[in-house]
């Protein structure tokens, strides 16, 4: 059975990609995990307490009851969906964030992960620093980061960008091979613009080695990347738009620009991270 950790903050962020989780779950026969962490605050050893481990034994009960009480929040959601049926359970943890999370991860042979974002400029700010942008640069699975707001969408095809170099074969390869884990398309989108070198020949053995995999390329002849981009999101019906994280300069571009109309589209559209 595969399985999916969903970190959450009980924030409305979290309780979108908490619903967006539930019906990937359940389409594809998944379990769910709920990841909470929560952090003691740090007192220096001159002002330490003497009864620090009763103040600490209190804090841990509090946030015990408020996971417990959040949790039975979103299993009423979940049941509102007439999604209760998913298998679901919920882990709470103390300390630094993302070592807490990498550890479970791999304690609990977790498959991907699945995230909320704010929008546009929240997701540009996360690739370079906030706590998912240090998920999505450290873990070794893949991320799926929510907008919010999102509508659930069921997910048919990913879309995925290349400059054909070397490389990104490994990371189509990484994008083909979750795509079919969970039966999906994949649609390859390469820009060609003026200052271009890559060659026909080139194109011609990608397509050739990719050949027997379920994946469709376009090259796209524009000197506008960013535009060209948007336009294949929309015409190809792009539901998930994968990234490697050693593209995220090119990201940055194309989610942190001013706000379009296309890119006010882009919001809407969840993104796949892979580690490189």
Not at 124 to 149: A, M, Q, R, Y
Request: hydrophobic share 45%.
């Amino acid at each position: 059975m595969k399985r999916i950790i969903v970190p959450i903050d009980f924030s409305n962020v979290a309780e979108s990609a908490f619903t967006f989780a539930l019906e990937i779950a359940s389409r594809h026969k998944a379990e769910m995990l709920l990841f909470h962490n929560f952090e003691v605050p740090v007192v220096e050893s001159q002002f330490f307490p003497i009864n620090y481990m009763d103040v600490y034994s209190s804090l841990e009960m509090a946030e015990f009851d408020f996971f417990k009480d959040k949790v039975a929040e979103l299993r009423k959601i979940a049941e509102s969906k007439n999604l209760s049926h998913v298998a679901m359970s919920h882990i709470l943890t103390d300390g630094d964030l993302l070592y807490n999370l990498k550890d479970v991860i791999h304690r609990e042979k977790i498959d991907f992960v699945v995230m909320g974002t704010s929008g546009a400029e929240d997701w540009f700010e996360n690739l370079v620093g906030t706590n998912t942008g240090s998920l999505i640069l450290n873990v070794d699975i893949p991320v799926l980061t929510i907008p919010e707001k999102t509508d659930f969408k069921e997910i048919k095809t990913i879309g995925f960008t290349t400059r054909f170099r070397d490389k990104d074969q490994m990371a189509l390869e990484n994008v083909l091979r979750f795509a079919k884990t969970f039966n999906l398309k994949v649609k390859c989108l390469y820009v060609k613009t003026d200052n271009s070198d890559v060659s026909d020949e080139t194109i011609e053995k990608w397509r050739t080695r990719f050949g027997a995999n379920d994946v469709q390329f376009y090259i796209v002849y524009d000197n506008d990347v960013e535009g060209a981009v948007d336009d294949f999101l929309v015409s190809q019906e792009i539901d998930v738009l994968a990234m490697m994280t050693y593209k995220r300069s090119f990201f940055q571009k194309i989610f942190h620009a001013s706000m379009t109309k296309k890119m006010a589209q882009n919001l809407t559209i969840p993104v796949l991270a892979f580690h490189e």
